[in-house]
């Protein structure tokens, strides 16, 4: 800053020394520090503010700055940077006189990262309030019929023959399986969302194996179910995600579309691949591009068939967790078909063909 008075007079040493001290406190300082003159034009930055800019002083001085000042202000801008980043910046401004002209002085500090953390930290406590306000709404329903199912069966008065009583159980234990598949899904949802990144334990997983051991658990739906899986198919997955991702894909299936429920399963350069096909409708398609978007249900199947829209949401957050990827292939004709592609595990052997499987 130019001083007041030449410097071989008191009064300019006075003033040389005053904008001595001033160049140290801006250029010590951890804030960004730029003085603007009364017509906005950047006078003076400290080394602080070269980086917020990620321009050098030489290019800024003489400069527009580009904010609104306003002396006493405290408020937020917004930087765009020379390759076209962006950063938060809080800015403080202060005003004092330079030769009589006005002078204001802007502390910057960069806010760029917490204000990122406020914002995912906005959003993990919204998905929370939508995933509590799903919960319940989900798990009324169920609860209700099975609380009056169990009001008839402890009712003395009523008399119940053999095969109505054994239908009721039956009632409450299919609500029993529904509330037991939406805390599961409810509770993984939790989980990717806690975990945020990779899956920590991946192994090596026989392909086959894992999809009959599954198939096998589809409550006499599997003589509906086709396989058919390359020999010696090993995946790298965490095996309980994998079984997850196939087990949705499967539920999905049945609950959306019609058998037979095709499952197949083979190599491609490095990866394993597995389909599960159906025989249903299909997806609308104008619904695809949110198939596998968290909560989404297409419009009018909520009317008869009950979900959460979470499975297809996990599939695919699981599978990129794992290194792989998930996606729906829409068909000429009836059905839908989905993706799963993970990664093979090293050592995984050649097959000479497809291993077919009747369950």
Same mark, same amino acid.
């Given at each position: 800053?130019?001083?007041?008075?030449?410097?071989?007079?008191?009064?300019?040493?006075?003033?040389?020394?005053?904008?001595?001290?001033?160049?140290?406190?801006?250029?010590?300082?951890?804030?960004?520090?730029?003085?603007v003159?009364?017509?906005?034009?950047?006078?003076?930055?400290?080394?602080?503010?070269?980086?917020?800019?990620a321009?050098?002083?030489?290019?800024?001085?003489?400069?527009?700055?580009?904010?609104?000042?306003?002396?006493?202000?405290?408020?937020?801008?917004?930087?765009?940077?020379?390759?076209?980043?962006r950063?938060?910046?809080?800015?403080?401004?202060?005003?004092?006189? &330079?030769d009589?002209?006005?002078?204001?002085?802007?502390? &910057?500090r960069?806010?760029?990262?917490?204000?990122?953390?406020?914002r995912?930290?906005?959003?993990?406590?919204?998905?929370?309030s939508?995933?509590?306000?799903?919960?319940?709404?989900?798990?009324?329903?169920?609860l209700a019929t099975?609380?009056v199912?169990?009001?008839?069966?402890?009712?003395?008065?009523?008399?119940?023959?053999?095969?109505?009583?054994?239908?009721?159980v039956?009632r409450?234990?299919d609500?029993?399986?529904r509330?037991?598949?939406?805390?599961?899904?409810?509770?993984?949802?939790?989980?990717?969302?806690?975990?945020g990144?990779?899956?920590?334990?991946?192994?090596r997983v026989?392909?086959?194996a894992?999809?009959?051991?599954?198939?096998?658990?589809?409550d006499?739906?599997?003589?509906?179910?086709? &396989?058919?899986?390359?020999?010696?198919?090993?995946?790298?997955?965490?095996?309980?995600?994998?079984?997850?991702?196939v087990?949705?894909y499967?539920?999905n299936?049945?609950?959306?579309?019609?058998?037979p429920?095709?499952?197949?399963?083979?190599?491609?350069?490095?990866?394993?691949?597995?389909?599960?096909?159906?025989h249903?409708?299909?997806?609308?398609?104008?619904?695809?591009?949110?198939?596998f978007?968290?909560?989404?249900?297409?419009?009018g199947?909520?009317?008869?068939?009950?979900?959460t829209g979470?499975?297809?949401?996990?599939?695919?957050?699981?599978?990129?967790?794992?290194?792989?990827d998930?996606?729906?292939?829409?068909r000429?004709?009836?059905g839908?078909?989905?993706?799963?592609?993970?990664?093979?595990?090293?050592?995984?052997p050649g097959?000479?063909g497809?291993?077919?499987?009747?369950?």
């Amino acid at each position: 800053m130019r001083a007041e008075g030449e410097p071989g007079t008191g009064a300019g040493r006075e003033a040389a020394r005053r904008d001595g001290i001033s160049e140290v406190v801006v250029s010590a300082s951890a804030d960004g520090v730029v003085a603007v003159d009364g017509r906005g034009v950047i006078k003076l930055c400290n080394p602080a503010a070269e980086s917020l800019f990620a321009r050098p002083a030489g290019e800024l001085v003489g400069t527009p700055f580009g904010f609104p000042i306003v002396a006493g202000a405290s408020t937020t801008i917004d930087l765009v940077l020379p390759g076209g980043g962006r950063r938060v910046v809080e800015m403080r401004v202060s005003a004092t006189t &330079l030769d009589g002209a006005p002078l204001y002085v802007a502390a &910057l500090r960069d806010v760029t990262r917490s204000r990122h953390a406020e914002r995912e930290m906005e959003a993990a406590l919204e998905r929370q309030s939508v995933l509590v306000a799903m919960a319940a709404h989900e798990l009324h329903s169920p609860l209700a019929t099975i609380s009056v199912l169990v009001g008839v069966l402890r009712d003395r008065l009523t008399a119940l023959a053999e095969d109505r009583r054994a239908e009721i159980v039956d009632r409450i234990a299919d609500r029993t399986a529904r509330l037991q598949g939406l805390v599961k899904k409810l509770l993984v949802a939790s989980r990717i969302d806690a975990r945020g990144g990779a899956s920590a334990s991946l192994e090596r997983v026989p392909v086959l194996a894992l999809v009959v051991e599954l198939v096998g658990e589809q409550d006499g739906r599997a003589g509906d179910v086709r &396989l058919s899986c390359e020999p010696g198919l090993v995946a790298l997955a965490d095996r309980q995600e994998f079984s997850v991702m196939v087990g949705n894909y499967l539920e999905n299936a049945f609950a959306y579309g019609r058998p037979p429920v095709e499952v197949s399963a083979s190599r491609r350069a490095g990866w394993v691949l597995l389909r599960v096909r159906d025989h249903g409708p299909g997806v609308p398609g104008a619904f695809v591009p949110r198939l596998f978007d968290r909560f989404a249900r297409e419009p009018g199947v909520e009317r008869v068939t009950e979900g959460t829209g979470l499975g297809l949401w996990i599939v695919r957050r699981l599978a990129r967790a794992n290194g792989g990827d998930a996606w729906y292939e829409a068909r000429d004709g009836d059905g839908a078909r989905f993706h799963l592609r993970l990664r093979r595990a090293p050592g995984d052997p050649g097959g000479r063909g497809p291993e077919p499987v009747r369950p």
